[in-house]
């Protein structure tokens, strides 16, 4: 079945950058996201891929896709104290569901 | 723009009682979701409607019902709250065909005693 998964945590120095990796097994996903969820907050979109480009950049946010390997990650350069938070792959799958995986939480030490 | 809100924020319940949560969009979205969040789980789908009037089943829909009267508002249902229940409760919506993903409202945490 659909399955989107991604390692619970991630630590790094403020500073330094940050790559989140996802794996998924819907090979018909048209859309993948990143979404961002602070503490006591709902998820907020970071950015988005259509499926038939390799990689988007926004500002420090670097999306790479390899759809060969149904890998996604992303990438925060510079990574500040407040990107702490838990970071979501989500994939579109054929029709209009999306799969989330169960989320990243990032910590960044100072 | 309001997005999406959801009410009430934060409810406690005891066994055996039942309450609707709201979720109200203002951006003329066609499809709207309710996912419950529980720790090391992600996200999980119960219901989601892609219209007024219609409504569908997601991945755990058992002890919830829902209903889209109005294309703006989407309720969520517990008709006897039991302890498994105790989550928190996202709801989102997104349009029909654009990829530019789900709005989510700021959530409801929900505690059943």
């Known amino acids: 079945g659909e399955d989107v998964e991604q390692s619970l945590f991630l630590s790094v120095r403020e500073g330094d950058s940050s790559v989140i990796n996802c794996t998924y097994t819907?090979?018909?996903?048209?859309?993948l996201y990143w979404y961002k969820q602070e503490p006591g907050a709902g998820l907020q979109l970071l950015t988005y891929?259509?499926?038939?480009?390799d990689m988007k950049q926004d500002q420090r946010l670097t999306v790479l896709l390899n759809k060969k390997d149904k890998h996604l990650s992303l990438r925060i350069a510079d990574t500040q104290t407040g990107d702490s938070a838990i970071y979501f792959c989500a994939e579109r799958t054929g029709g209009f569901k999306t799969i989330f995986g169960a989320g990243t939480r990032l910590f960044v030490k100072a | 723009n309001a997005g999406v809100t959801q009410t009430p924020k934060f409810r406690v319940l005891k066994t055996g009682q039942s309450m609707t949560l709201l979720c109200a969009q203002d951006?003329?979205?066609?499809?709207m979701y309710w996912y419950r969040q529980d720790p090391g789980m992600g996200l999980r789908l119960i219901h989601y409607?892609?219209?007024?009037?219609?409504?569908a089943k997601g991945e755990v829909p058992d002890g919830y019902n829902v209903s889209r009267l109005k294309k703006q508002n989407f309720l969520l249902g517990l008709e006897s709250a039991a302890p498994s229940q105790t989550s928190v409760y996202f709801c989102?919506?997104?349009?029909?065909?654009?990829?530019?993903?789900?709005?989510f409202g700021s959530g409801t945490r929900l505690t059943v005693v």
């Open positions: 409607s892609v219209g007024e009037g219609t409504t």
């Open positions: 951006m003329n979205h066609e499809y």
């Open positions: 891929i259509f499926s038939n480009m």
């Open positions: 989102a919506s997104s349009y029909l065909e654009r990829g530019d993903g789900y709005t």
């Open positions: 819907d090979s018909s996903s048209t859309y």
